[in-house]
């Protein structure tokens, strides 16, 4: 089994939920946010069999779109001091991290 990390807009978040559990996937989800933008996001947690890793990445990534959002002002200002920043960044789709589950148990 692997635990699946996925990291998506919280915009995109309802739709990632609801396919995922159309597909039969169990399926936490975690309100996060992000270190460099410091904006809300939403991260799931699903463990899933192996061979079923590729697909719940395929729904999660079909359903997470691209978007360029701008660094806020007081971020850039102070970043400005360290040299060059950049004032917009692209975020997403999803972040996914993989892992190997070494038990599981629902007891
Ligand atoms: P944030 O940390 O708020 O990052 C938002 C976007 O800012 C990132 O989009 C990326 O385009 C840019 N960015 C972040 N850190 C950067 C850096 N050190 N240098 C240059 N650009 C940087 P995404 O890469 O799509 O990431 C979206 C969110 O996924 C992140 O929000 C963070 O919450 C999470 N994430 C991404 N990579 C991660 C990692 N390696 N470990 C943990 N969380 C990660």
Redesign the pocket.
Known sequence: MKLIFA?VNNDDAHTVNSVLRKFGYFVTKIS?T??????G?STFITGVKDEEVDHAIELIGKHSKKRVQPVPVDMSYNLASLGSYPAE????GA?IFVLNIEKYERV
Do not use: E, H, P, R
């Open positions: 990291i996060s992000g270190g460099f933008l410091m904006n996001n960044v692209t975020v997403g972040t």
